[in-house]
T-cell receptor, first 111, second 113 residues
């Protein structure tokens, strides 16, 4: 089965604290994974993708195939990081690919 | 670079009616996907269009149908609306490549009463 699980609906931290948003996936093929973010009153947008191996806004995510995880991390949270975060898996099926999203985690960073 | 635009932003319909939602893709993108996002859930894949043909569909009944036009704009049609169809409908455009990220519109909020 193709599935993305984000176990936390809400993650609440104080400014400057480390953040880890968890994502686990189930997929039989070679996974392509993404993190999308939705800030208040803005559209859903790409934060980062595992293939790029980059750090965006201080966030990083490492694909761990052994644990089938793609957790999103940031060492020091900022108030502007408060948003809804979605982990997504690009699943190949019959010649096309679709994104399978997790239910999302709301990150709240308090001053 | 023109982003993805969707219309209308909000819509209220009655059970049993039909609705058409519209999307204009980002320039340079030839693939459009539609997603349904129920309250408190992540977006769920409805279908995808490439070169004006549906080339992939999620777990949605045939009363959900779509069109893609030569200029890559797209429509989502839903017939015989049900209360459970109330959701945010997102359009996303991309290129054909698997690693290509989706560029989302702001969505259309559909309420079925």
């Amino acid at each position: 089965a193709q599935r993305v699980t984000q176990p936390e609906k809400l993650l609440s931290v104080f400014k400057g604290a480390p953040v880890e948003l968890k994502c686990n996936y189930s997929y039989s093929g070679s996974p392509e994974l993404f993190w999308y973010v939705q800030y208040s009153r803005q559209r859903l947008q790409l934060l980062l993708r595992h293939i790029s191996r980059e750090s965006i806004k201080g966030f990083t995510a490492d694909l761990n195939k052994g644990e089938t995880s793609f957790h999103l991390k940031k060492p020091f949270a900022q108030e502007e990081d408060s948003a809804m975060y979605y982990c997504a898996l690009s699943a190949l099926s019959g010649g096309y690919n679709k994104l399978i999203f997790g239910a999302g985690t709301r990150l709240a960073v308090h001053p | 670079e023109t982003g993805v635009t969707q219309s209308p932003t909000h819509l209220i319909k009655t059970r049993g009616q039909q609705v058409t939602l519209r999307c204009s893709s980002q320039s340079g993108h030839n693939t459009v996907s539609w997603y349904q996002q129920a309250l408190g859930q992540g977006p769920q894949f409805i279908f995808q269009y490439y070169r004006e043909e549906e080339n992939g569909r999620g777990n949605f009944p045939p009363r959900f149908s779509g069109l893609q036009f030569p200029n890559y704009s797209s429509e989502l049609n839903v017939n015989a609306l049900e209360l459970d169809d109330s959701a945010l409908y997102l359009c996303a455009s991309s290129t054909r490549f698997r690693e290509s990220p989706l560029h989302f519109g702001n969505g259309t909020r559909l309420t079925v009463t």
